[in-house]
Structures are given as structure tokens and as C-alpha cells.
């Protein structure tokens, strides 16, 4: 195993910057770490803005280290988990940050087995999250909301005024913003700031329930996240290095985010046609070419729409 020195913020392989296609980047995430942490794909973004979020994680490292492993063929391997995450008890956590509909495919399947029984063999502590873990909701919507205000300047004033109000039990976040004469932005940055906590089972708004931690909601954890969705006891197996066989599941995995859209007002195919299209595609006015089509706005003023 090849590991950069603990003073060192460097990755153990440095991220492909040149690619067009990657999403490549960092964030500085100061109440946890003193250095950035780098992404390189849409779905480790989206890992680093959860886990800047969690009550139980402490630090995160991005690609931290090199695990070598022997693949089935008897090949010698090397393996670079994406994150560390090290939590509030101290013990470190290799996360490999997949796509589920990826992930579930049989060939990586057998690719990701022996590296799973290798970190298990060395007694190292090693989890996969999915997409369809990091987007669960209406969690996912707050961590986005709430990453806003993570490296936010936090008041002492406001957090001994909010520690205070709440001591009583919860209550909704207008009610504390009157009672503390406090702004929004303000409870959603000692909320980012993990100093307090809200109802998790519903949308993040003005209106939502807060509490201290654990008085009584407690707050967004890597454990949790980690166990939810249908797929979560498959991944913990599957971490431990055994083959999945549940072979519905499996299925399923192709088509999650399909399974998980339930048809709405706006998911519905035909009728809903009492007005005009918003851009009429004349023989004139219609451009055929995409790179030309891209540069225009894709609708006209209508004056039965009011645009707010």
C-alpha cells in the first residue's frame, strides 16, 4: 500500500484535469479539512458536498492512497479508493464513489470482488456509495441548499440565541428566526455548520422543524446514507467482497431512476394542449444544425404565461 506523507494534502495519483468529458474540481470545506478536496466525476462532487454535511465525519481525504491487490487472472493490481473519510471516533473509511446502474454491471462486478476481499483481508474498512444513495430525497435537496453556507462566517451572538430558544425542544425555523431576531441565512449556516439539526423526513424550507442534535433530530450521517435505499444491504455485501444474487435486483439497477419517477402533471405524454407552443418551428425560423439551435432561447413571449 503506497501512502503520501500525513502532512501532505496531495492525492496518491494525481487527478486527470485534460479529460473534456470529466466534471474536475475541489472544494474548500474549512470546519473539516485545511486543504481542498478534489473530484473528478459529477457523483464525487456530490459525495464531497454530503460528507462536508454528515454529523460523523471528521475529515475527508480525496484519492488518499494506493492498495496493491491480485485480480482473478493472478495479475497484480492497484486499487486508489476515492475518498478517506475518517470519522468523529477516529477510524478511517475508503469509499469507491460509483454510478449503481455502472457499478452493478457483471464485469465490474468481478473486477470490484477481489479488490473488496483484498481491503477485507488487511482488516481495512471499505464501503461503495452510489448515486442513488448520494441523490436520496428530500436529503439530497438540503445538502445542496445547505452547502452554500458551509465556509459561511458563523456568529457566536446567533448560535448562544439559537442554543437557547431550542433548549425548550424543536420548532419551526421562523419561529427561531423571530424569537433570535436571526435571518434565513443565518439558521441555514449554523445548520451547515452541524450545530444544529432538522426533520430529515421532509423538504428543507423556512418552515421546517429544527432542533439541536439529537434533541430530537438527529443530524444527516455517513452510516445512514450508507444503509439507505433497497440497495443498500446488496453494496454492504458486495464491499465484503460477496457475489450479489439477488438477481432482481440487479435488474432493477439498469433502470432505477425510471422505477423511482412517478408519473405527475408534468410526466404525463400528450393532451394539455390549450395553449400554442411557446417558439412556432417555422419552415423559415427553424434551424436544423444543433450547434445553431443552441445559441437561441428556446421560447417566445405569451401573453397568457406570466414569467416571474
Known sequence: MKEPSKKSSNSARNLKKSVPHRTVGGFNVHHINPFPVEYESYNERNTTLLLALCHDVSSIRSQPVVFDYVDKQGKHRKHTPDFEETSITGEPLYLEVKALEDLLKPQNIAKYIPIAKEYYRQGVYFRFLTNIQIENQPVFQAV?????????VSSLVHLERA???????????VALMEKAQMELRDVYTLMAKRQITFDLSKPLNRNSYISLPNQPYGGITLEAILCSTRYGDLLQKLAL????????????????????NHADVWSVVGDFAELPPLRDASSSGFLRGPKLRRAFAPGIYHPQITVE
Open 163 to 173: 442554543q437557547h430558544f431550542l433548549n425548550d425542544g424543536a420548532m419551526p425555523i
Open 144 to 152: 445542496k441548499l445547505l452547502f452554500r453556507y458551509v465556509n459561511s
Open 241 to 260: 467482497g460477496h457475489q450479489p444474487t439477488d438477481k432482481s435486483l440487479l435488474a432493477a439497477a439498469k433502470n432505477w431512476r425510471q422505477s423511482n
